[in-house]
């Protein structure tokens, strides 16, 4: 035959290969038996699933059982009438949370002390939980600091809110089964609120840094009316 015959035939049969190929690795075909002991030839598809990295996964829930609202309380240059407050209130709390609560924690806030029952009844208000019980968490620079703990919600408990003046400081969250952290910055006049899911789930604390002025915030426990998350 002539060459350019031969080539021809040669190439179409090439293509025709490479277009085989490319069909059975898109679509490998797999030989099941049938009735009757034929056997049939099937085309199964391969599907990616991207699987979600469990540091994401448990970042989106934490995310969807906290609330943050950056700046909230800024502008109002509470921190020195909070100071002040401190002894008066009889609320003052070394950093590192609530180990238990008695019934001292749970009176309403002295009106005399008009600092700390504004920025009470404003996290009662940003937040829709009703105040049960709350104190004040002093930082003198950056050396201080407090340890992993649980908030121990319970009960009439399924919520904490903060809210932060002076000082920025991180906040971080150890989640107990991973051993992961997250962690999420608090500056002057941020509120931050964690539910009990969080609570359960995560232990949380404050590391000291590097050199930083004093921090005060003003803590509460509550009853939420409406958000739960989780």
């Known amino acids: 035959e002539p060459v ?4 021809g035939t040669a190439l179409a049969q090439s293509q025709a290969w490479d277009v085989r190929k490319a069909r059975d ?23 990616s699933v991207a699987l979600e990295d469990p ?27 909070l100071q002040s407050e401190l002894d008066a209130s009889g609320r003052w ?16 806030p002295d009106p005399g002390c008009w600092a700390s029952s504004f920025v009470l009844r404003m996290l009662s208000e940003l937040i829709s939980a009703d105040l049960q019980v709350w104190w004040a968490n002093l930082y003198e620079d ?6 992993f703990h649980k908030d121990g919600h319970r ?14 400081r991180d906040l971080t969250f150890l989640h ?19 539910n009990d899911w969080v609570d359960g789930n995560f232990m949380h604390r404050v590391y ?5 002025g004093p921090r005060i915030s003003i803590i509460m426990m509550g009853r939420l009316r409406d958000w739960v998350g989780g």
């Open 155 to 168: 009960g009439q408990y399924n919520v904490t809110v903060s809210a932060s003046f002076g000082a920025t």
């Open 142 to 147: 950056g050396s201080a600091c407090c340890d």
């Open 25 to 47: 690795q898109r679509c490998p075909t797999t030989e099941v038996e049938v009735a009757g002991g034929r056997r049939s030839t099937a085309k199964t598809k391969k599907v």
């Open 55 to 81: 540091a994401e996964a448990i970042l989106r829930r934490l995310r969807a059982s906290i609330r943050h609202i950056p700046g909230a309380l800024t502008g109002l240059d509470l921190f020195g009438d």
């Open 4 to 7: 350019g015959v031969v080539l």
């Open 208 to 212: 000291p840094t590097m050199e930083v």
């Open 176 to 194: 107990t089964e991973t051993g992961l952290e997250f962690s999420f910055r608090q500056e002057n006049g941020d509120v931050f609120a964690f």
């Open 93 to 108: 709390k070394p950093p590192g949370g609530m180990a238990w609560i008695d019934n001292r924690w749970r009176t309403d």
